[in-house]
């Protein structure tokens, strides 16, 4: 079964800091996505890591994948409240039809 | 454009009651997809359509639970004779393609919240 492990489950930043959040998964997969979900919202895609080595970046954000350690990195530079959101990480759980398994997910609050 | 559509955004029900829950895909996208999201965790797979097949129906947790899709658009996901335990938001997403697409993500409706009491 593929498992999918965020952490930290809750973190605290504070403004201006930059932090690093954490997704491991348990079996070989090289499909990798990242969404964010404000309160009482639906889920928006940040990022798709396609192999191994991926880095993508969008404004203070970057992900990558390293899929020999079957991890992936969401690095957070000189955070803003308005990045305060629960970040999902998710793993195709075959090959193909994104049939996703998410983790618990990584719940961020910034404080000014 | 317009979103994956979900309705009803809230739903209460009795215990025992049965309730159908309504997806309207974004247009063109051939698959679809159902998860649900219980309080404090992650998104748990329930189904997956493509088209109007649903070639993996793994997640669905009990024969309570049963889903269709018709004219490859709205889906509908019904719950019989629903427990306490069916409480969740329920997620639909689809996306361009489930197979060919390897870069498309998913996406999502605002949900279902289902209460049952």
């Known amino acids: 079964e593929l498992k999918v492990e965020q952490n930290p489950l809750f973190l605290s930043m504070q403004e201006g800091k930059n932090y690093t959040i954490y997704c491991n998964y348990s079996?070989?997969?090289?499909?990798l996505y990242w969404y964010r979900q404000d309160p009482g919202k639906s889920l928006e895609s940040l990022f798709v890591?396609?192999?191994?080595?991926a880095v993508k970046q969008e404004g203070r954000l970057m992900a990558s994948l390293d899929t020999k350690a079957r991890l992936s990195t969401l690095h957070i530079t000189a955070a803003v409240h308005d990045l305060s959101a629960t970040y999902f990480c998710?793993?195709?759980?075959?090959?193909?039809?994104?049939?996703?398994?998410f983790g618990k997910g990584n719940q961020v609050v910034v404080i000014p | 454009g317009a979103g994956v559509s979900q309705s009803p955004s809230n739903k209460v029900t009795e215990k025992g009651k049965d309730v159908e829950l309504r997806c309207d895909p974004i247009?063109?996208?051939?698959?679809l997809y159902w998860y649900r999201q219980s309080l404090g965790q992650g998104l748990e797979f329930l189904i997956y359509?493509?088209?109007?097949?649903?070639?993996?129906k793994s997640g669905l947790p009990s024969d309570r639970f049963s889903a269709e899709r018709t004219g490859g658009s709205v889906s509908t996901l019904t719950i019989q004779r629903t427990q306490q335990e069916d409480s969740a938001v329920y997620l639909c997403?689809?996306?361009?393609?489930?197979?060919?697409?390897?870069?498309?993500?998913?996406?999502f409706g605002n949900g279902t919240r289902l209460t049952v009491t």
């Open positions: 997403a689809s996306s361009v393609s489930g197979a060919e697409d390897y870069n498309s993500p998913l996406h």
């Open positions: 079996t070989t997969s090289d499909r």
């Open positions: 890591l396609l192999s191994n080595g």
């Open positions: 998710a793993v195709d759980r075959y090959y193909g039809n994104n049939r996703l398994a």
């Open positions: 247009s063109g996208h051939t698959a």
């Open positions: 359509f493509q088209g109007n097949s649903a070639p993996d």
